[in-house]
């Protein structure tokens, strides 16, 4: 019921906010940094920065500027009997997100959710805690200056038990957002009485085509595996032409500088050993493929064509990010077409599936199934639909 531009100016108001607590915000995330390793891959998913915490306040700002996606209308229509019929946009209601490590979650779900109409339950982990709470006591400082209701916003308490109450909460929660690792998804999709919508872990996939230009090839490898490791859409596991063996060594040569450890089938491998740092390479294993790394991490497999390479990516993907490295017209048209994921690239970076990349402001998670939504769930994502019906005493005669 609040208006729009109320909506936004509480958005705005919290990102000044978040920009000048800076120091009590990064206070807070240090305590959760002291109880992890950082080796731990999700060490960084963890860190904030000062550079982070700006990065957030803007996509704050950008969420606050977008349209609501409230009251859109979708459909409109008079029917013969004079009954006047238009399908409109309407929030979800209450959704429960279940995350680990991330505490830019947490601004990046508020300023959604208040944008489409929708109260939010946080249920954050053990390693974030301190992060979410000042985060949280934020926000709520910038509600009760509109004057309006803190408790929009809730964060559970971090034990198990607070998750399982959340699970069961019919009734009272309409659906549930996991975002974190395959276990977390696996974990909440199961036992979930709610329903839910999985923002799947991601295995990611990238061709390299006979047709595929080597620079460019080289240069999407790297971004996609290292821009940022601990995030989703990082390249898991290059596929590769056997035609173009020779040009491995250049496509992964960069990596070795931000020390990539391969795990090369066969035919890669003895392509590579003499041309990769011998400590960063070893043999693929079955366990290799179908992994999401999380770290500097990569599998290399070899295809005899581009058919073997989309069963490759049939048999192992999660369905949230593939590419091709190609030239040839055919071939990118026969993998855009056939490969089966919420966002499916040609001759470009899988780093791009990211909501605020993608001109939506920000998101809540990719979505990698079929229902309701799919690839990054931004406002448009958060609301659902009725339909309006007004007549003139109308009835329905058999």
């Known amino acids: ?111 959604l959710c208040l944008k489409s109409g929708n109260a939010c339950i946080l249920k954050g982990g053990r390693d974030a805690e301190y992060s979410n709470k000042q985060i949280v006591k934020l926000i709520k400082e910038v509600l009760a200056e509109y004057g309006e209701n803190p408790d929009i916003i809730a964060l559970l308490p971090t034990d198990r038990s607070a998750t399982q109450e959340l699970l069961q909460a019919v009734g009272y929660v309409d659906v549930i957002i996991p975002r974190g690792s395959q276990n977390l998804i696996d974990y909440v999709r199961d036992n979930s009485k709610v329903p839910v919508i999985e923002t799947g872990a991601g295995i990611v996939h990238a061709y390299f085509d006979s047709s595929g230009d080597l620079q460019k090839g080289a240069d999407i490898v790297f971004n996609s595996k290292t821009r940022r490791v601990s995030v989703c859409n990082a390249l898991d596991c290059l596929i590769i032409h056997k035609g173009r063996l020779n040009d491995l060594a250049a496509l992964t040569r960069r990596l070795a500088e931000k020390d990539v450890h391969l795990y090369a089938d066969e035919k890669a491998f003895a392509v590579l050993e003499k041309k990769y740092p011998e400590a960063l390479l070893d043999k693929a294993k079955e366990e290799h493929f179908g992994t999401e790394f999380l770290d500097y991490k990569m599998s290399i497999k070899t295809v005899s064509d581009i058919h073997e390479a989309l069963d490759h990516i049939f048999k192992y993907s999660s369905k949230h990010s593939e590419a091709i490295v190609a030239e040839d017209k055919n071939a990118i048209d026969l993998f855009l077409k056939s490969v089966d994921a919420a966002a499916v690239y040609a001759n470009a970076s899988t780093a791009f599936t990211d909501g605020a990349q993608f001109g939506l402001g920000a998101e809540i998670g990719i979505s990698t199934q079929k229902l309701h939504a799919r690839g990054p769930m931004a406002l448009r994502e958060m609301t659902s639909y009725k339909w309006l019906i007004k007549g003139d005493g109308t009835v329905r005669v058999p």
């Not at 950008?62 to 209308?73: D, N, Y």
Request: glycine share 4%; no cysteine.
């Open 1 to 111: 019921m609040l208006p729009e531009e109320k909506v936004n100016q509480i958005l705005l108001s919290l990102a000044e906010k978040a920009a000048k607590n800076i120091p009590a915000i990064l206070k807070e995330n240090r305590k959760d940094l002291e109880r992890m390793s950082e080796s731990d891959p999700k060490y960084d998913r963890l860190k904030l920065t000062e550079e982070r915490i700006i990065e957030i306040a803007n996509d704050i700002r950008k969420v606050s500027a977008l349209p609501t996606p409230l009251g859109i209308s979708l459909e409109k229509k008079e029917l013969a009997n004079g009954l006047k019929l238009q399908k409109i946009t309407v929030p979800l209601g209450v959704i429960g997100i279940i995350f680990e490590s991330r505490p830019n979650v947490t601004f990046d779900v508020f300023a």
